[in-house]
């Protein structure tokens, strides 16, 4: 549990659809404000939902730039990857988190994404060895569908490799 930052200018943008006009949201329009966050706290839900992660009782805030997450979830792995999705959307800075773990297990480095990055070069980095791309792509899917389409900003799992015996 925690509070997680992101690029608020990254991400998938998922805002805007259903959302009141600009015009209509004034700095003394607290109705608005909440009309707005009260859509993307909508939104966000259905994205986490498209995951098909085992959440009970899930519950998401938006205060303007700020995600709160409420929630039970099965484990630490699922409990990331939703941090993930949600921190992953274009006007999204902050994530608090307050998601209850059933399965205790180690966390995973979170690692943003550069320019010039790929899966590989972060592989090398964070593993030691380019070939073990595919354990970053896999800690992150859903949410990455294809190990070449990552982007600066975005933020991803780096989990630890199991011990070999």
């Known amino acids: 549990?925690?509070?997680?930052?992101?690029?608020?200018?990254?991400?998938?943008?998922?805002?805007?659809?259903?959302?009141?006009e600009p015009e209509m949201v004034?700095?003394?329009?607290?109705?608005?404000?909440?009309?707005?966050?009260a859509i993307r706290a909508k939104q966000l839900a259905s994205l986490v939902k498209d995951l098909g992660l085992d959440i009970s009782?899930?519950?998401?805030?938006?205060?303007?730039?700020?995600?709160?997450?409420?929630?039970?979830i099965d484990t630490q792995a699922n409990r990331e990857k939703v941090i993930l999705?949600?921190?992953?959307?274009?006007?999204?800075?902050?994530?608090?988190?307050?998601?209850?773990?059933?399965h205790?297990?180690?966390?995973?480095?979170?690692?943003?994404v550069k320019s010039g990055d790929t899966l590989s070069k972060i592989a090398k980095e964070q593993y030691g060895s380019?070939?073990?791309?595919?354990?970053i792509f896999e800690a992150n899917r859903p949410m990455l569908e294809n190990p070449d389409k990552i982007y600066?900003?975005?933020v991803l799992r780096i989990p630890a490799l199991p011990e070999k015996g």
Do not use: C, W
Request: charged share 25%; net charge negative; glycine share 10%.
């Open 57 to 72: 009782g899930l519950t998401i805030k938006v205060d303007r730039e700020t995600a709160i997450l409420g929630g039970t």
């Open 26 to 37: 004034t700095a003394n329009s607290a109705d608005a404000h909440a009309q707005m966050n």
């Open 1 to 20: 549990m925690g509070l997680f930052d992101f690029v608020k200018n990254a991400g998938a943008k998922i805002f805007g659809k259903d959302e009141p």
């Open 104 to 112: 205790k297990e180690p966390e995973a480095v979170f690692y943003t």
């Open 130 to 135: 380019a070939n073990k791309y595919h354990a």
């Open 85 to 102: 999705a949600v921190g992953n959307v274009a006007g999204i800075s902050k994530v608090d988190d307050n998601l209850a773990v059933e």
């Open 152 to 154: 600066p900003g975005q």
